[in-house]
């Protein structure tokens, strides 16, 4: 049973551009989260899918937005991207039903120039 | 707003416990969390805890919650070296969803 993934594991853009980046859940899950870890910080949450809406969003400019398709599965993408940008961001998954038991993918490594 | 806040840094020797520390501010919290995250690693549900406890154990590791304090902790038995890693505490950002709030992680080393 794959657990959380994300793709790419890494990235590398310039100012400016746009990113997106990907997630597919834990299988049986239906609940997509993105959350943004600076270094040496705490993950940020930026925003939640259920059902494929957005249903509840962190304090992130609408440089931010997401998607999740019928499948359970999502992006994140960024535009207009800012050397503070650069971060890990994590996915997590979960079931409606057991929200509290959060399952975290290994992360995207976003490096801007 | 909600915050949350842990100690930094924790270095304990091998067999010993650790007991890692963190304080929240909202009253309101149903579950608190414990995850850990490794070198290169997403984050791991280690444990929670629902409000109404306010102690749960889990093999080597202990959860105590002092609500009235906002005080949770997390004791970890016989520490091990594959325990070096950063804990993170984590609270519901609000009663509305289910998003949460995290503190800076309290990064553990064991030595040998």
């Known amino acids: 049973d794959a657990g959380v993934t994300q793709s790419p594991t890494h990235l590398i853009k310039t100012r400016g551009q746009q990113v997106t980046l990907r997630c597919s859940p834990k299988?049986?899950?239906?609940?997509v989260s993105w959350y943004q870890q600076a270094l040496g910080q705490g993950p940020q949450f930026i925003f939640q899918y259920y059902e494929e809406e957005e249903r509840q969003r962190g304090n992130f400019p609408d440089r931010f937005s997401g998607h999740q398709f019928p499948n359970y599965s999502s992006e994140l993408n960024v535009n207009a991207l800012l050397l503070g940008d650069s971060a890990l961001y994590l996915c997590a998954s979960s079931i409606a039903q057991e929200a509290e038991k959060l399952f975290f993918g290994s992360g995207t490594q976003l490096s801007v120039l | 707003g909600e915050d949350v806040e842990q100690s930094l840094f924790l270095s304990v020797r091998e067999g010993d416990s650790s007991v890692i520390n963190c304080t929240y501010t909202?009253?309101?919290?149903?579950?608190l969390y414990w995850y850990k995250q490794e070198p290169g690693a997403g984050l791991q549900l280690l444990t929670y805890?629902?409000?109404?406890?306010d102690m749960k154990q889990d093999q080597r590791l202990t959860v105590l919650l002092n609500k009235k304090d906002k005080h949770l902790s997390l004791r970890i038995a016989d520490t091990q070296t594959g325990d070096s890693a950063i804990y993170f505490c984590a609270d519901h950002i609000n009663q509305a969803g289910t998003a949460l709030i995290f503190g800076k992680g309290t990064t553990l080393s064991v030595s040998s």
């Open positions: 805890i629902f409000s109404n406890m």
């Open positions: 299988s049986g899950h239906d609940t």
């Open positions: 909202d009253s309101s919290s149903t579950y």
